[in-house]
């Protein structure tokens, strides 16, 4: 089988990666053909003698992977799962349910040096204590992370166990580069009132979503009527219940829906009929995220709203594979109101900066209607660089006007002519530290223009000399900027009382220097 370049490029990365690191991770977005990569990296592997563990969480995974290793190298492995075990195989190469593995017995049976690669599909999982467990029996063995995304739901970063990411290709990338599905984002006009729901591990508790979401499933389903009719729409709902109960709404609005969950025993035969066109809709509590592929969906609901990008990108990767005639995925989003967390919305599958996240979102709310994700963050990205641009023209229009009012220090030490503060250098550590926000606000209040004085050191020393000048009926910061400007010089000198006569005189004359003095030539001391 021939591999795109990215995937070639992937490849070659990783084994580069582990001639410095034991521990690396390749990140593809869902629907670019991880299992293809990790396949041909096993078989790589075991060219070079080794011995691989292909380890994954749910049956579906293990099965697609000895699928795609069977399809693409032509290698044939065994199992470790329940009642099947790899010991005594002459497979070099074993798929491995975790769940199985991480049973202290089970793991016992099998020497430290064993495997010597481990390659762990949906690698988002692999911080969990049962993963963990299994990753520390083989503590030499080479390990490769394959994941959709590096987010994890319980905020712990994977570069805790990954000690480098060997490589990663963007949502965007594959979309530019025509391997995935482009993807129109639309904002239905449902407030969801989501404020009442607490947090459990990092994420919406979904017995709570539930119940939040109850009361707006009629308005949802007619909504969907308006979007829905024409096209083949998977919707992640919280529980099973609402999911059963979701399905018998869109029923009787006429469109043709079906529900899968982990007890259903018909699931097979329904995603089968699903595959085949004879639903419209099919409603699942979140069984669908990881391990099932249906090309042919164009339309993703996310009822499940969720904190955590990982899983929300799970979820719309169910739509994103090509399929002939499909010229877009449909991707449906919600007014959620929620007081307290940052939801994950169709900006968190493509940007990386908070404020064009923010601002995309609210653009896609406005729109009315549906809009490329990638127009969208383009135009969010140019919407948040103006607002930046205005912001920092407003702050220098406001420090210009401040600065106005202000005397610069150098002007001040020059016009008091003060050798010690122009020359001063701090001595003490507390000297150097930078100014105290309370040495600034009463520079500033005494008219002292206190951005440019770079120690606590030079500010107290400030200080000091304006209280001792103050004692000694010498000018202030603001009489010597008004007359300095004016020209006359040296004003720091001047007696306070003779400044202030002086300014008396300009103000009676319209703000302007009587004719009869001289700026350059007046002594005011």
Not at 373 to 388: G, M, T
């Amino acid at each position: 089988m021939e591999l795109r370049l990215y995937q070639q490029e992937a490849r070659e990365r990783i084994f580069q990666e582990w001639e410095k690191v034991d521990k690396t991770l390749l990140v593809l977005p869902t629907g670019c053909g991880k299992t293809i990569v990790f396949a041909k990296i096993t078989e790589d592997c075991v060219r070079r003698g080794d011995r691989v563990l292909i380890l994954a969480h749910r049956g579906e995974l293990l099965e697609q992977a000895a699928d795609k290793l069977a399809k693409a190298t032509g290698l044939g492995c065994a199992t470790e799962k329940a009642e099947e075990s790899c010991l005594g195989s002459w497979f070099r190469v074993t798929v491995g349910s975790v769940q199985t593995l991480m049973r202290e017995k089970r793991l016992n049976q099998f020497p430290a040096d064993y495997f010597d690669d481990i390659i762990i599909d949906e690698a988002h999982h692999c911080l969990s204590d049962s993963y963990q467990r299994v990753l520390k029996h083989f503590p030499d063995a080479k390990v490769l992370g394959v994941t959709a995304t590096p987010d994890r739901g319980d905020m712990r970063n994977l570069g805790q166990y990954f000690e480098s990411l060997a490589y990663e290709y963007t949502l965007p990338k594959a979309i530019k580069e025509g391997y995935l599905s482009p993807i129109k984002a639309l904002t239905l006009p449902l407030k969801l009132d989501l404020s009442g729901v607490s947090v459990q591990a990092g994420d919406f508790k979904s017995g709570e979503i539930a119940t939040a979401l109850d009361p707006y499933l009629y308005q949802i389903a007619d909504e969907m009527l308006k979007y829905c009719a024409d096209r083949k729409t998977v919707v992640f709902l919280p529980l099973v219940k609402t999911s059963q109960k979701f399905r018998d709404i869109l029923n009787q609005k006429g469109l043709r829906a079906a529900e899968v969950n982990g007890d259903s025993k018909d699931r097979a035969e329904v995603l089968e009929a699903f595959d085949r066109g004879e639903y419209d809709v099919l409603c699942n509590s979140m069984l669908l995220t990881e391990g099932w592929d249906c090309p042919s969906v164009d339309c993703i609901v996310v009822l499940r709203p969720t904190k955590i990008r990982s899983l929300y990108s799970q979820m719309v990767g169910r739509g994103t594979r090509l399929y002939p005639g499909k010229d877009h995925l449909l991707l449906l989003d919600f007014l959620w109101h929620t007081e307290r967390h940052e939801l994950c919305h169709p900006a968190s599958l493509i940007c990386t900066d908070e404020d064009v996240a923010r601002q995309m979102t609210a653009n896609i709310e406005e729109a009315g209607c549906p809009v490329d994700i990638e127009e969208a963050e383009k135009q969010a990205a140019e919407d948040v660089v103006a607002q930046r641009e205005e912001s920092l023209a407003n702050q220098l229009r406001e420090m210009r006007q401040r600065k106005k009012k202000l005397v610069d220090p150098l002007q001040f030490e020059m016009s008091i002519q003060a050798e010690d503060l122009s020359g001063y250098v701090p001595a003490f550590g507390w000297e150097m530290a930078p100014p105290s926000e309370g040495q600034k606000r009463t520079l500033e209040k005494l008219g002292i223009f206190p951005d440019q004085i770079e120690n606590a050191g030079k500010a107290s020393k400030l200080l000091e000399r304006l209280d001792k000048r103050r004692q000694e009926g010498l000018t202030t910061p603001k009489q010597i900027r008004f007359l300095e400007g004016r020209g006359f010089q040296h004003v720091g000198t001047w007696q306070f009382e003779t400044a202030k006569n002086l300014i008396d005189r300009i103000a009676a004359n319209g703000w302007r220097v009587p004719y009869d003095i001289n700026p350059a030539e007046y002594i005011g001391a």
